[in-house]
């Protein structure tokens, strides 16, 4: 048995590949954006003291990172239809469900962001009058993004790693889009093999970047 | 009326009393100088004047707002108290302009070219014009306590707390941040220093408050206190510091 690549064309990659890997693109970016938001939100809760903002915030948080992924995915696709009265489709699925689950990590860290500003830099913005809501959004957390871009950074590339999981509910994504071309060539050891060469591709370029990021972050500090 | 006061008060951290009944208070166009060993609880009281650590018992009133009062709007009160700390604090994220701005434009609603020509004349007077464009982390200790100072009074503040401004300094450094606080003192200003900077006070404080173990030990002007302060801590405290 000899692997035979001559499959692996041009057309190949507009055919099959090219709108995979925009899907898993651009669920990466939607996930990480809405991830972000949601997680500095559900960080503030946390940390707002109130425990009826915190309890609530910690609970979704600590649910989330102890269920696999795939159920979730597999949950919210199969659950959708029984509560909303008709399927919303698999990408809007798998959008959905990585934004929430992923703002349950992505708060962790801006959680983690926000202690690492030391309390002085709080009193010295009240001390200027800025208000708590002020003093949030202009001084803690920049400066609690700052320190942690790195790590969400690292954590989206684990994220866009973690898109291939929309297999379990038939969105096509990368991983589907070789998957697909491998049937089509009766190819399929050949095309996963290609298919793990491409992710450890990008995702080793971007975590050497964050890397390289994280070295000059340091320098600035 | 006094533009600080400070009536009985007490403060504690769970069972732990770090402020005893303590009463003092600051005129307008006063200079109190607060000393003390470390842990004495100093830098918690000036703390206290500016809402910045809550207490338990007392009663604190600024340019006649009291703080225990739950109608003060505390972030209003806080803008007219300038405050200086003890690791300068400036805003690691925006330049020395935008740390001396921001405050202007977002509490005080000032437009932004008044706000930047308020800060250029700040500035100038703490001699770090030409560092409006850096970032805190390029300046020196005593250059960022300078632009501390110059971003506390962009606000207008009608008193000044400063607390330890020059414990966290170089000793090559420490003069070039009294001769500002020096030099606002002989303004006029109404200012209430936790320092032991005993140079400074001799030179420009009225009074001296000296505190040990969370208390007002003594509370005296300053031709008293260095002459002979009466009490036994307090000579304590002072042979310490002077003899060497």
Not at chain 1, 185 to 206: D, G, S
Not at chain 2, 78 to 96: D, K, N, Y
Not at chain 2, 129 to 152: C, E, H, M, N, Y
Not at chain 2, 216 to 227: C, L, Q, S, T, W
């Amino acid at each position: 048995m000899g692997l035979d690549l001559s499959f692996f064309t041009w057309d190949l990659v507009k055919n099959f590949l090219v709108g995979g890997l925009v899907f898993s693109v651009e669920l990466t970016l939607i996930a990480m954006a809405g991830g972000i938001v949601f997680g500095t939100l559900l960080a503030l809760m946390r940390l707002s003291g109130r425990s009826w903002l915190a309890l609530p915030a910690a609970a979704y948080v600590n649910t989330m990172r102890s269920i696999p992924l795939v159920m979730v995915i597999l949950w919210f696709f199969l659950l959708i239809p029984f509560a909303i009265g008709r399927p919303i489709g698999a990408e809007w699925s798998a959008i959905i469900t990585f934004t929430a689950f992923e703002s349950a990590y992505y708060s962790e860290i801006m959680r983690a962001g926000v202690q690492s500003v030391v309390r002085g830099q709080v009193d010295a913005a009240y001390a200027l009058g800025l208000t708590y809501g002020q003093t949030m959004r202009l001084i803690v957390l920049p400066q609690a993004f700052r320190n942690m871009l790195p790590i969400l950074l690292t954590q989206t590339i684990i994220l866009f790693q973690d898109t291939s999981l929309v297999y379990a509910i038939g969105a096509y994504d990368l991983l589907k889009g070789f998957e697909t071309a491998g049937k089509n060539f009766n190819r399929p050891v050949e095309a996963y093999l290609l298919a793990a060469v491409v992710y450890f591709v990008i995702c080793y370029t971007l975590s050497t970047s964050v890397k390289r990021l994280q070295v000059r972050i340091a320098i600035i500090r | 009326m006094p533009m600080i006061e400070i009536r009985n008060l007490s403060k504690w951290y769970g069972a732990f009393r770090v402020l005893t009944d303590c009463s003092t208070h600051v005129d307008k166009g006063e200079v109190v100088v607060v000393c003390g060993p470390s842990g004495s609880g100093k830098s918690t009281l000036i703390k206290c004047v500016n809402a910045l650590e809550p207490f338990q018992q007392g009663e604190i009133v600024v340019a006649g707002i009291s703080l225990t009062d739950p109608k003060t709007d505390l972030p209003k009160m806080r803008a007219r108290v300038g405050m200086v700390f003890q690791h300068f604090e400036l805003f690691p994220h925006l330049s020395i302009m935008d740390n001396l701005t921001l405050a202007q434009i977002k509490v005080l609603n000032r437009g932004k070219e008044e706000a930047l020509a308020k800060a250029m004349t700040l500035l100038d007077r703490v001699g770090l014009r030409d560092q409006a464009v850096k970032f805190p982390g390029q300046l020196s200790g005593g250059q960022q306590q300078r632009v501390a100072i110059a971003r506390a009074l962009a606000m207008d503040p009608l008193a000044m707390l400063f607390d330890e401004p020059t414990s966290a300094l170089d000793p090559e450094m420490i003069n070039e941040v009294l001769d500002v606080m020096v030099e606002l003192a002989q303004e006029g200003m109404t200012m209430m220093c936790v320092t032991h900077e005993m140079g400074f006070a001799r030179k420009v404080a009225h009074r001296v408050i000296f505190m040990d173990r969370g208390e007002i030990v003594e509370d005296a002007p300053k031709e008293d206190f260095f002459g002979k302060p009466r009490s036994d801590r307090a000579q304590l405290f002072l042979s310490k510091i002077l003899h060497h």
